[in-house]
């Protein structure tokens, strides 16, 4: 069955929303709509992880190539840190999930530091060397 949600996904969401606020329960693609609303979710979280990574990546390469370190490297640490405390802001929710995600992110950011700068795999840490509990305060830490 070839559906508006296959063919044009913005339309099919334009509808889908007048549908919603219109209160027009008969015609909701209701399974669609559940499926994009998870979909949502999932999409955040996947976020949160990649700026986890890429703060993690960089503080890795800070920490075994000092010599090397760079300011744009600090400024993607920064940078990571801010974008982890939007997502967190706007999705409290997701902060039970930090502990797995670091623990994820850190395994991924560990291997694309040995990628992107031929440092021994032996020589970084298989667990993350920063806490959870710093990374948490960290991006609990709300400066506006």
């Not at 990649?50 to 920064?78: G, M």
Request: charged share 30%; hydrophobic share 35%.
């Amino acid at each position: 069955m070839n559906t508006q949600y296959q063919k044009d996904l913005y339309a099919w969401s334009k509808q889908q929303s007048i549908l919603l606020m219109q209160k027009d329960f008969a015609h909701i693609d209701f399974t669609n709509v559940a499926e994009e609303i998870l979909s949502l979710g999932k999409s955040e979280k996947r976020a949160l992880e990649s700026y986890l990574v890429v703060w993690l990546k960089h503080e890795i390469k800070t920490k075994f190539q000092q010599d090397k370190a760079t300011r744009s490297w600090a400024l993607s640490i920064k940078h990571s840190i801010n974008q982890c405390k939007k997502i967190l802001r706007d999705n409290p929710s997701l902060k039970p999930e930090l502990p797995n995600l670091i623990n994820d992110a850190y395994e991924t950011a560990r291997i694309e530091a040995v990628i992107e700068t031929n440092l021994d795999e032996r020589e970084i840490p298989q667990v993350c060397y920063l806490s959870d509990n710093f990374i948490i305060e960290t991006l609990s830490q709300d400066k506006r």
